[in-house]
Each structure stands twice: as C-alpha cells, then as structure tokens.
C-alpha cells in the first residue's frame, strides 16, 4: 500500500506522456477507467494533436511522398541515393567497423552500430544524405515533430536456430501513438528474406480501429500475450477484417530504397523463408504524443543528436539490474559480418 501511494503521483503523470504500458502502470490497465474512455480519450486527444502537428509540417514535404504516405502510413523511395553515387555510400558503410550490440528475439540475431560522429566524418556521404532536406522533411512529416531522428547501421540476422519464433514477425503496433521508423536497404530485399510488411491505411484512427482500442483496453493485461499488455499491440487476420482494413502487404525492394512508416500503423518484419543478413539504414524517432508544439527537443541539437545512442547505452549498461539491457556488446563489426 505504502508503495502505491508513492508511485501514485507518477502513473498519474505518465497519461500525459507516452507511457503505454497495461502491465506497469495500473491508471493505463485499469479496466475500471478504461470502460469510462481513458484510453480511448488519450488515443483520441494523441492522433488530434498528431494531425494538427503535421498539417504545419505538410508544405515542406514533396507532395507525391506525402500523398502516398498519407494513404498507406508509409512511403517506398526507389533510388533515393543518386544511383551514380549510391555503390560508393553502400561499399563504404559494409566495410566500418565499428563497435556493435546485438539482441537475439527467437530465431533472428539484430546487430546495431550508431551512426556517430567517428562514422559520419569517416563517411560524408552518409552525412550529407542523413542532412538532405528533402529526407528530413519527410521524417519530420511522419514523426509529427521537428526532432532528429536515432540513426542506426542495422543487421538482421535471419533463422539462427532455436524453437522460439521471432516475435518481429507478427503484426503489430509499436504503440497507441504515431512515431516514425525508417529503413534503407543497402541489398536487395525478397520474399524469402522477410521484407518490411504493412497493412496499407492502418494508421488511420476509423471508428472501427477505435472500437478495437476500447476493446483492447478492457482485456486483463494479464491474460494476453507480454508485448500486448506492454502496449505493443499484436493483430490477426479477422481483427483486421473487422477493422475493414486489407491484408498487410510484403514490400519486396531493391537495393537503395528508402521506406518510412508510422508505426501505430499495423506492420511486421515479413517471415525469412531462408538464413540470412539483410542491412539497413535504420531510423527511429518517438516523442511525446500530447506536445502542442514542433520543436524544443534538446537532445536534436547538433552535437547531441549524433552521441544519443551511445548515451542510451551506457545508461542502460549502468542501470541493467533496474531498466534491463537487451542489447549486448559483442566487439568491434562491420554490418556484413558474420554473426
């Protein structure tokens, strides 16, 4: 008792961020508020301010992106690096090597090098394509905010062996709020090697995806699967039927495509039908969703941006018996190396 009513006052304080775990936070789990509309109004007021942010955003944003983005909840960029200059960039960041992290999830190993200011002077390609006003734009654009994204060189390594499944591959949403994630692939991407995978228009709060939030949020937290009751939602097929939303689809690219997407749009990482390693450009932003305003986000500025993810590390190595630590240091890489 003495510790509820300690933390009493922080769960209250994370419904106005993006706090949205079922499990963690009993206000958020809470069947008895649910069933009166609390997550329903902070999906509701999140996609409102969402939408207010981006229509301040939209003019900067090349209009066939911004059209094909507001459709399905993401853009495919074919040859967004000039194909003159793209063998260059791609040959240039397979061989950094660098100091790496991995994180295995079922039968699949994701390895992770930040994009840090030793790469960026290393590679001034890299820098000037991550500074393109027209990228930016765009990331701004999905993320609802004018914040800098984390950068990543990311690897998936695919059929590893092991029993668990990889929990990627299921359909899910990242969270109850809009946010951005990019990928670059610097190979070619089949369907046998677990392509990117959406369901085009999910993104959008219809009154059916509503009734789905309202439903979801009366489920005891502690009868569905861990990543549901953490605020990761996983969907099946008559869930999207009945959300009148179209099977998801597999985005089978070339080499040099960039695809951005908002992850509260349902989407997964295709199943590998073979072992392998896919690398990517990987980007990734997530801001609190009941900010009214564009910027103000200290840690965009130049300087900080490109150090975050080593920060975040070394933070979470710190704290790892209080917040965990997934992802592991295994030694100095370059992306196309073996796991």
């Known amino acids: 008792m003495i510790r509820k009513a300690l ?13 949205k775990s079922f499990l963690d936070n009993p206000l958020i789990g809470s069947q008895r508020l649910n069933r009166r509309g609390l997550h329903v109004a902070r999906v ?11 229509r301040r ?20 960029i074919p ?9 260059a960039l791609r040959a240039a960041v397979l061989g950094y090597e660098a100091p790496a992290r991995e994180m295995r999830q079922g039968d699949a190993i ?16 890299l820098r000037r394509l991550l500074e393109r006003e027209d990228i930016v734009a765009l990331f701004h654009y999905v993320a609802s ?9 990311q690897t998936i390594v695919s059929k590893i062996g092991g029993n668990e499944p990889d929990p990627q591959e299921v359909l899910h949403a990242d969270s109850f709020h809009s946010s951005l994630k990019s990928w670059l692939f610097l190979n070619p991407v089949a369907v046998e090697d677990g392509p990117f995978t959406y369901v085009p228009g999910s993104h959008r709060f ?4 509503m009734a789905w939030e309202r439903a979801r949020s009366l489920a005891n937290p502690r009868a569905i699967d861990r990543l549901s009751a953490r605020g990761s939602p996983r969907i099946g097929a008559p869930e999207l039927e009945a959300m009148k939303l179209p099977p998801a689809r597999s985005l089978e690219v070339a080499a040099n495509t960039l695809v951005v997407a908002d992850t509260v749009g349902f989407h997964a990482r295709g199943p590998s039908l073979r072992s392998g390693e896919r690398v990517e450009l990987w980007s990734y932003a997530r801001r609190n ?7 103000g986000d200290p840690s965009s500025l130049p300087g900080i941006a490109e150090r975050r993810v080593g920060l975040v590390w070394r933070v979470r190595d710190r704290l790892e018996k209080q917040i965990g630590q997934p992802w592991q240091p295994v030694g100095r890489r370059t992306p196309s190396e073996p796991g």
């Open 7 to 19: 933390l009493a006052p922080l769960w209250a304080l994370q419904l106005a961020t993006g706090a």
């Open 44 to 54: 509701r007021l999140a996609d409102a301010i969402c939408q207010w942010r981006r």
């Open 57 to 76: 955003l939209a003019s900067r944003v090349r209009s066939d992106w911004r059209e094909a983005f507001d459709r399905d909840g993401f853009v495919a």
């Open 79 to 87: 040859d967004i690096v000039p194909p003159a200059e793209f063998a």
């Open 110 to 125: 994701t390895r992770r090098m930040a994009i840090d200011p030793d790469m960026l002077r290393a590679i001034p390609a």
């Open 145 to 153: 905010y004018r914040i800098t994204p984390l950068h990543y060189v």
């Open 206 to 209: 219809t009154p059916e995806r």
């Open 289 to 295: 969703p009941f900010l009214p305003w564009l910027a």
